[in-house]
């Protein structure tokens, strides 16, 4: 599992995070987004240093953090497995192929494997409608997806 970021690298990378989205007109999420996008989730030392920088309660961030489920409060796994929960995927087969991926996984959406591998993420339509149940992992785009080919995927990923 990826190592939380050091407080010294927190506290530094955070403050200009913060400064470069000062002049902002509602910059929570913006900010939210910069620190994801550095750390690949939200530390939870990070929430009282944004709400002190904004003049919020940490409540106030924690409860943005919670609420959009794009937010990770913790580290993704070395793997990211999304698989597409949209309308054509759906009438496809892809709720066959999602209750699949939990099974085998041992995780709901957003979990992450005991071992870090892996996380499980919902996604709403990757462009392969045509050809679902569509899924991604790692950034690849896959098409007809059905049990026995999402096994495939897994063990390709060591899960
Ligand atoms: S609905 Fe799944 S790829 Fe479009």
């Given at each position: 599992m990826p190592t939380?970021?050091?407080p010294v690298d927190l506290e530094t990378r955070l403050g200009a995070i913060l400064s470069d989205h000062a002049q902002l007109e509602g910059p929570l999420l913006p900010i939210l987004h910069a620190v994801q996008a550095e750390w690949g989730y939200v530390p939870p030392e990070a929430l009282?240093?944004?709400?002190e920088g904004l003049n919020i309660s940490r409540a106030e961030v924690h409860?943005?953090?919670s609420f959009y489920h794009d937010f990770r409060e913790e580290p993704a796994g070395r793997h990211m497995v999304k698989i597409?929960?949209?309308?054509a995927c759906?009438?496809?087969g892809g709720h066959g192929v999602e209750a699949a991926a939990k099974a085998r996984l041992g995780v709901?959406?957003?979990g992450t494997t005991a071992d870090g591998g892996v996380t499980l993420e919902p996604v709403y339509c990757l462009g392969l409608?045509?050809?679902g149940p569509a899924a991604m992992i790692?950034?690849?785009?896959?098409?007809r997806v059905d049990e026995k080919r999402l096994e495939t995927l897994l063990s390709e990923v060591g899960a």
């Open positions: 939380p970021p050091a009282p240093i944004i709400a409860g943005v953090v597409c929960r949209a309308e759906q009438a496809r709901d959406w957003h409608c045509a050809t790692d950034g690849r785009v896959v098409a």
